[in-house]
């Protein structure tokens, strides 16, 4: 099977890997050969499942470093923590999407992501952030999706590889300080599902790219999992992971986040929670001294990444001592500010 052809997701399709998915805690996983972007698709089926069911309203999401989460909608549909028994999203839209090739990807700030067919994990999913019994999350807290799914990616990465995969914040995991996977959390707005549902918890579509089998990246500070496996090592008999078994971990490990996270949110997520201890842990950027360019602003803020806020903003204490937060959607770019990889 040539993944690289006319079928660019036939791996997916393949009995074992299409049973493994199937398993992975997200009920049946849409596996489409090309779209033009995995979160737009999702984000369109959610918005169109909702005017079906109202009659009315607009259909396109908003990064959510670019949206508040105080003015999601209400929504019911695929919960974040997905169990045996809980109803599918509105319409039969799926908790999960997986393209075999991405045309027109995304990544922050509206920049191009871009995978050839057949070698990246190009996918999506549906979250409505709620708890246990069916209350929304606290605003504040919803911002943390992206790091659950940096966290997902790192924990299947490691159980895969064994390579050290690490969490930049906000939305990046790398592993040996090159980008290996980007991750978009895309709000559906009120207008796209109707207003309808589960308190005022908002639907979320979190994606990810993940460079699997690549050995040429778009830009140098990229990686692939083939370039930190076969690539760098001096026997024969390791193997790249499949993408159908890199998407089943990052699933489980999603899932299995989610439904802890389902159990009380603030513990998990406030100081201390240990859903939140475990992505600090993996959190590269504490202990760098980072540059942080604000939009509209000439210099960078320069100062040394402390720790986490409650919205899992970013906390740099500047030259003058002083502690700053930074949430996503201020930041364009965070890096060590002097020598890479510099430690305060
Ligand atoms: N397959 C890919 N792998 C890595 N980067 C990619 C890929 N395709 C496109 N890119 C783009 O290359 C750039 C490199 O990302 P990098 O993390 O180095 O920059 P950044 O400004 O820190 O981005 P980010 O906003 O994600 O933190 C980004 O614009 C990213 O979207
Ligand atoms: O690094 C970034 O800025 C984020 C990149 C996110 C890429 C993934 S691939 C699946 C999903 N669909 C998209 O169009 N983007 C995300």
Redesign the pocket.
């Known amino acids: 099977m040539d993944a690289t052809t006319d079928q660019p997701a036939a791996d997916y399709r393949a009995e074992d890997a299409a049973r493994a998915l199937r398993g992975a805690g997200w009920g049946e996983v849409e596996v489409l050969d090309t779209v033009a972007s995995t979160n737009a698709w999702l984000a369109e089926r959610i918005a169109a499942a909702a005017r079906d069911q109202t009659g009315g309203g607009a259909s396109h999401g908003a990064t959510l470093a670019e949206s508040s989460p105080r003015r999601a909608a209400p929504r019911d549909s695929a919960p974040c923590a997905p169990a045996p028994g809980d109803a599918a999203p509105a319409g039969s839209v799926p908790r999960a999407v997986v393209a075999g090739f991405q045309a027109g990807?995304r990544?922050?700030?509206n920049?191009?992501?871009?995978?050839p067919p057949g070698t990246?994990v190009t996918f999506s999913v549906a979250c409505v952030p709620v708890d246990h019994a069916g209350r929304a999350w606290s605003p504040e807290l919803v911002p943390w999706l992206t790091l659950l799914m940096a966290h997902a990616v790192t924990g299947a990465v490691r159980d895969l590889t064994g390579a050290p995969a690490t969490i930049?914040w906000?939305?990046?995991v790398l592993v040996h300080d090159r980008?290996l996977c980007?991750i978009l959390a895309t709000m559906v707005p009120a207008a796209a599902t109707g207003g309808t549902g589960t308190g005022s918890a908002p639907t979320v579509v979190v994606g990810a790219?993940i460079?699997v089998a690549?050995t040429e990246?778009?830009?140098p500070?990229?990686t692939s999992l083939r370039l930190e496996t076969v690539a760098g090592s001096s026997t024969d008999d390791v193997a790249v992971p499949t993408r159908p078994a890199v998407l089943t971990a990052v699933l489980e490990h999603l899932a299995d986040l989610l439904a802890r996270v389902a159990e009380d949110p603030a513990r998990e997520l406030g100081p201390h929670g240990s859903v939140r201890t475990e992505i600090e842990e993996r959190l590269d950027t504490i202990g760098r001294r980072v540059a942080v360019q604000l939009p509209g602003t000439d210099q960078p803020a320069v100062g040394t990444a402390v720790g986490l806020g409650a919205a899992g903003q970013l906390v740099v204490r500047g030259q003058d001592g002083a502690l700053r937060e930074f949430s996503a959607g201020d930041v364009?770019?965070?890096?060590p500010a002097a020598g890479q990889g510099a430690r305060a």
């Open positions: 990807g990544g922050r700030l920049r191009q992501w871009v995978t990246a930049k906000p939305n990046d980008k980007g790219g460079n690549q990246l778009p830009v500070t990229a364009v770019h965070v890096r």
